[in-house]
């Protein structure tokens, strides 16, 4: 089973910042946070990852709690093209593979 | 560069057919995994190989599923005896040893036993 919890959907407006929350209360100590999403009829993408320190790349940010029981994905300027399903994952190490939820599915509305 | 690939895009089989799924990682990398996406769900892995070696297929859901990856490279996903309850779309990804570790998903394959 997924360890982690998220909203089943959620709808941002095109150009606005769009906040994605994450429960994971019982991530491990070596447990990174991964973020895909998932575009209709494409295989998931990678966003972003991290461990206890908040991140950014050219796609998205990413904020844990300091006790890191959950975070937010951020999309900081949304556009039509950020509509997908959204997963938040925990894994330990490389070989592992990664348990789904259902995600979030996120709709950017004009 | 080019990314994990999958063939075919489609598929569609005759309950009782052998089917054939194959995946090109991307070039390099070590670490090669298959899932199950049934409609309207995240993927559900399936088995993992490292290099040529199988290292887990505790995900697989019968013993008509089989996995090889013969040279480390290029896996087929291979069920026999297709039942309409293996309709999914079967998505293959690649990761190398080094660096992140995040996994690179190819787009897929749509299989439908009818």
């Known amino acids: 089973d997924a360890k982690t919890t998220q909203p089943p959907s959620m709808d941002c407006a095109e150009g606005r910042a769009a906040n994605l929350p994450c429960n994971h209360s019982t991530i491990s100590g070596n447990e990174y946070v991964y973020w895909y999403r998932q575009i209709h009829s494409q295989g998931p993408q990678y966003i972003i990852h991290?461990?206890?320190n908040n991140e950014t790349n050219e796609m998205a940010s990413l904020i844990i709690t300091e006790d890191r029981k959950s975070s937010t994905l951020i999309l900081p300027h949304a556009t039509l093209r950020d509509t997908a399903v959204y997963y938040c994952?925990?894994?330990?190490?490389?070989?592992?593979?990664?348990?789904f939820g259902p995600g979030t599915r996120l709709s950017v509305l004009p | 560069g080019a990314g994990v690939s999958q063939s075919p895009r489609y598929k569609v089989a005759k309950r009782g057919q052998d089917v054939a799924l194959r995946c090109d990682p991307i070039?390099?990398?070590?670490?090669l995994f298959w899932y199950q996406q049934a409609l309207g769900q995240g993927p559900e892995f399936l088995t993992y190989f490292q290099n040529e070696a199988q290292l887990d297929k505790s995900g697989l859901p019968s013993d008509r599923f089989f996995a090889e990856r013969p040279e480390g490279s290029v896996s087929t996903l291979k069920i026999q005896r297709t039942q309409q309850e293996d309709s999914a779309v079967y998505l293959c990804a690649s990761s190398s040893r080094q660096g992140r570790n995040e996994q690179y998903f190819g787009p897929g394959t749509r299989l439908t036993v009818t």
């Open positions: 070039s390099g990398h070590v670490s």
């Open positions: 994952i925990v894994r330990v190490a490389e070989g592992q593979n990664f348990v």
């Open positions: 991290g461990l206890k």
